[in-house]
């Protein structure tokens, strides 16, 4: 992850509900890496347009090359609903919900949001944020990654072992939901959908 402006780092959000699992400054810390994945995610668009990844030199982009391989070949379409996904869950916070998420692609912006928030803390974050300024409940990245997930199901699709999984038998008879790319931007089951009249930010 690039720098991030240290004004940025700095927002203050609304309290979140007595019950949520993410402190305020865990939740500042998410919403910077949110939007700054959103906004990755749409450079990289920027520079690959309906191009696969892999057909510009590396390090060329940012985020799209950290999702599963199985996406590497989708539009621009495609991409700037996964910038989307970032950002709605960021924008559940700036509304004061706490960030579930409500698709596949959702699962997977905000599993890539707390990889990076360790590093993100160690290197990048300044006052409030910086490590020194954790406080009891703080940074918990580990224990988000199982109480923020219905499942991680999703995490099959990074398993080359798997590849293909999203398509058989098996996986519906488990009931793994919109695993496919075409899927990701699905509503999950037992999951209050999207305004689908939201726009993007780009």
């Not at 402006?5 to 949110?34: F, G, K, N, Y």
């Amino acid at each position: 992850m690039a720098d991030t402006p240290a004004s940025c780092s700095q927002e203050q959000l609304p309290a979140l509900e007595p019950e949520a699992p993410l402190t305020a400054r865990t939740a500042r810390i998410l919403h910077v890496l949110l939007r700054r994945g959103a906004t990755q995610v749409y450079d990289d668009l920027h520079v690959l347009g309906d191009e696969a990844v892999g057909s510009v030199e590396a390090g060329a982009l940012a985020v799209l090359p950290e999702l599963p391989t199985l996406t590497y070949a989708k539009d621009a379409l495609w991409r700037r609903q996964m910038a989307r996904a970032f950002d709605d869950l960021a924008d559940d916070l700036e509304a004061g919900r706490t960030p579930y998420p409500r698709c596949t692609g959702e699962a997977v912006a905000l599993w890539l949001a707390l990889e990076w928030a360790p590093d993100y803390v160690r290197y990048v974050a300044t006052g409030t944020l910086a490590p020194d300024q954790a406080g009891e409940g703080d940074d918990n990245w580990e224990e988000l990654r199982v109480v923020m997930f219905r499942d991680t199901d999703f995490l099959e699709l990074y398993n080359p072992a798997m590849d293909g999984f999203e398509h058989t038998e098996e996986a519906i008879f488990l009931g793994v939901e919109n695993m496919h790319p075409k899927d990701w931007f699905s509503t999950l089951s037992l999951t209050e959908p999207r305004d689908p009249r939201r726009p993007f930010r780009r």
